[in-house]
């Protein structure tokens, strides 16, 4: 009774460690509310209920059926199911990047937690677990921790990681107290947390770990509120994020280089929506990783990659390739074509894409930064193309109707004088192309291009001011006006924000402030999409003169830009200040699945973006700069050394061998190894009998070795099946072997079982 107690104790012990560890690191993760003293009480009483049951079998198997009985009870007839929907409910939001949920569900939480942790520790701490599982929740939960960026949380494993340490030793040293080994494991894991304060600042090791730390966040788990581009973050509709209009600042400051064969509309973002106002993107919620397999349909749908059809095209659907380099800091949104079919990012950067079909990536974009495309540059005057565009007509569409009904909304306030236009300049054409390209050329001979324009009046529709009234203003009017129009003639269109790149003879445009652009992109059945631009002096003159550009003539009747331009201003970066700030903003509706994230993901990213700009890319960055990452790497592959070691050991194998056979042939293949260690084989010829003589002649051992030959030799060479007894004659053996090798034979061995060398060698060594 009295060595079942000792038992209890010492398995007490070991389980309130790991669970005291394990439970504050994962609570803490999820938020540091759910960290409290309820969390220990609940542990205690766990643990102290599982030492209580397990005294006695009967004991054990009443705890088991009452704890079901009280579990189904709390959930079917108590509140049980509601809690837990609540705290899935909140894990699964702060997944998600939204922290605000888990607080509110904190109690709740903290005590699943406790109780479900304490029992998987409980019946991981049993000696006959061994220490894998154990191990296997200690990883799991350090993963958590890392993934979370919470390793500030990392003090609360050092109970747990001493508990899988004695486990290990003990496992391996059975006559060893496990009170005599814990001291010494707990001292070894205080030491290694305690020499962080000596680590240096720049550890390469520590960087690369929280590189892919980064690269598993990005790639699984984005979710962030990101920064996107938008015109008004570079000068344009300086009336603010949701009201076009005024007049502008842009900066002449370099932004990117493009390589590109010729002019070329890179898309930054797309917006569906028009509220008299502005443009609001509410189809841009979802984002889908660039890569992935699963969303390479919807990638295809959204970038018209199979449009048109391989069977009508012609020398328009060849591609082109654009070279992009940042010059300067800007928003997460890549600047692409909108036919992009490959994509090559630079770096580390992990591309995604939204269901508006703009691609950014997880963090903003930095000077130096790089990327490719490859897309066929369609855009409304090249030759031809109307043509294809009534071939495409004549062969269906599937997503012709679905399109339609979101690119054709407009708002009921829109005035008749209005619709009349859009009518009336359409009146003549046949084919929806036709149509667009008279809308195009209308606002293009009869509208004039300025950037000197004054503020538009909030409580006037926009569209409306720009046709009927003022009749001039920017890209922004012209883009706006075109969109509106096309609507109002049945063609689905959308409003798109960007740049405008036109090279020089050598292929290269240096994009500026100057060169930011908006336009109008129609949908053809069969076709797709395909790039109107109804500013004058854009790409149709030759000159791809487009808003504020200064560099080429503009043609009559377009006045010059440069007498309206200011460069002063550099506090118009593109970089410019979290753009999404006002989370209603109609940029803010495509930035994140969960839009209403966005208050509390912005305070926490600011303060931390100057400090550590080149690594974070959610820029809210809590890892301590001091804590031993090489440390803890250490320490993690030690564990899976030892377990890898643990589990091919003879002593491990033999627990679960089936036969008496597998058994002797296992410590059989451990004599061999040890002595070929020692750099001991059988030579060419030799027989195993000689060859034990030959061992026994080195007297490098106090045994010998001659009675396991001939108890090998017996097997071998009859039809005996070992019994017992073999099998303990070849296991004492090998121990006897193990104690009395040389240490660099002792360590040739370990490696050539960690990586399962010789073991070849040695089967071939029993057949002689």
Request: hydrophobic share 40%; charged share 20%; with cysteine.
């Amino acid at each position: 009774m009295a060595e079942k107690w000792k038992e209890r104790i010492r398995h007490a012990v070991l389980a309130l460690l790991l669970s005291v560890g394990l439970s504050m690191a994962l609570a803490g993760s999820l938020d540091e509310t759910l960290i409290s003293p309820r969390m220990l009480y609940v542990i205690a009483a766990a643990v102290v209920v599982f030492e209580l049951a397990s005294l006695h079998r009967i004991s054990a198997w009443a705890g088991v059926f009452a704890a079901a009985a009280g579990l189904i009870f709390w959930i079917f007839a108590g509140n049980g199911a509601q809690i837990l929907s609540d705290a899935g409910i909140a894990v699964s939001l702060r997944m998600k990047g939204i922290h605000t949920a888990v607080p509110l569900a904190a109690e709740q939480l903290s005590i699943l937690i406790a109780a479900g942790m304490t029992v998987l520790c409980c019946f991981s701490a049993l000696r006959k677990a061994t220490c894998i599982p154990a191990c296997m929740l200690c990883t799991a939960v350090l993963m958590v921790v890392w993934l979370t960026d919470s390793m500030e949380l990392l003090a609360w494993l050092l109970p747990a990681l001493a508990a899988v340490l004695t486990l290990l030793l003990s496992y391996r040293h059975e006559d060893t107290p496990v009170f005599r080994v814990l001291p010494w494991a707990a001292g070894l894991v205080a030491l290694a947390f305690l020499l962080s304060g000596i680590t240096p600042r720049e550890n390469p090791i520590r960087d690369k770990a929280d590189e892919i730390r980064q690269s598993v966040l990005d790639r699984l788990f984005f979710t962030e509120a990101r920064d996107v581009f938008s015109l008004y973050s570079v000068g344009f509709s300086p009336q603010g994020a949701d009201q076009l209009g005024g007049k502008p600042n842009p900066s002449d400051t370099p932004v990117m280089q493009v390589s590109t064969p010729r002019t070329v509309y890179l898309r930054g973002t797309v917006y569906n929506r028009y509220n008299g106002h502005g443009w609001q993107n509410t189809t841009g919620g979802r984002r889908y990783l660039w890569q992935s397999r699963r969303t390479i349909s919807i990638r295809s749908e959204l970038f018209d990659e199979t449009l048109p059809p391989a069977s009508v095209q012609n020398s328009l659907s060849e591609t082109a390739t654009v070279s992009v380099r940042m010059l300067t800091d800007s928003a997460s949104t890549l600047f692409v074509p909108q036919r992009v079919r490959e994509l090559n990012p630079g770096g580390e950067t992990v591309p995604y894409f939204s269901n508006s079909s703009e691609i950014f990536i997880t963090r903003n974009l930095q000077a130096g930064d790089t990327w490719e495309v490859s897309a066929p540059l369609y855009t409304s005057l090249d030759p031809g193309i109307g043509t294809l565009t009534e071939i495409c007509a004549t062969l269906g569409d599937s997503r012709w109707e679905s399109i339609r009904n979101i690119y054709t909304e407009l708002p009921a306030h829109l005035e008749q004088p209005v619709r009349d236009i859009a009518a009336e300049v359409t009146a003549f054409a046949e084919t929806p192309y036709e149509k667009a390209i008279a809308l195009q050329n209308y606002l293009r001979r009869n509208f004039r291009y300025t950037l000197d324009v004054g503020e538009h009046p909030e409580n006037i529709d926009f569209v409306t001011s720009f046709l009927l009234e003022t009749k001039e203003g920017y890209c922004t009017y012209f883009a706006s006006a075109m969109t509106v129009l096309c609507r109002m003639a049945g063609l689905p269109a959308r409003y798109v924000e960007g740049y405008l790149a036109e090279p020089n003879e050598n292929g290269e445009a240096l994009v500026t402030g100057m060169n930011a652009h908006a336009w109008t992109e129609v949908y053809f059945s069969g076709f797709g999409w395909l790039t109107f631009d109804a500013t004058p002096g854009g790409h149709s003159s030759g000159s791809g003169n487009n808003s504020g550009k200064q560099s080429t003539p503009p043609p009559a009747p377009t006045p010059e830009p440069t007498e309206n331009h200011t460069p002063e201003p550099s506090e118009n970066p593109i970089s410019s200040p979290k753009e999404p700030e006002p989370s209603e903003t109609p940029h803010d509706l495509g930035a994140t699945p969960e839009p209403e994230e966005n208050p509390s993901e912005q305070p926490s990213d600011e303060p931390e973006q100057p400090e550590e700009p080149e690594k974070s890319p959610d820029q809210n960055r809590r890892i301590d700069s001091s804590f031993p990452w090489w440390l803890l790497l250490a320490a993690a592959l030690l564990i899976l050394c030892g377990l890898r070691l643990l589990m091919i050991s003879p002593a491990f194998l033999e627990k679960r061998a089936k036969t008496e056979e597998r058994k002797f042939d296992l410590w059989t293949d451990e004599v061999i190894s040890l002595l070929r260690a020692e750099k001991l084989e059988r030579r060419n010829g030799e027989t195993v009998m000689a060859f034990a003589h030959r061992v026994d002649k080195t007297a490098l051992f106090t045994e010998s070795v001659t009675p396991a030959a001939e108890c090998l030799c017996l097997m071998r060479y009859s039809r005996s099946h070992p019994l017992e007894s073999d099998t303990g004659l070849m296991r004492d053996t090998a121990m006897l072997l193990r104690g009395e090798i040389s240490k660099g034979a002792r360590l040739r061995h370990l490696i050539r079982r960690f990586f399962a060398i010789g073991k070849r060698t040695a089967k071939k060594q029993q057949k002689r």
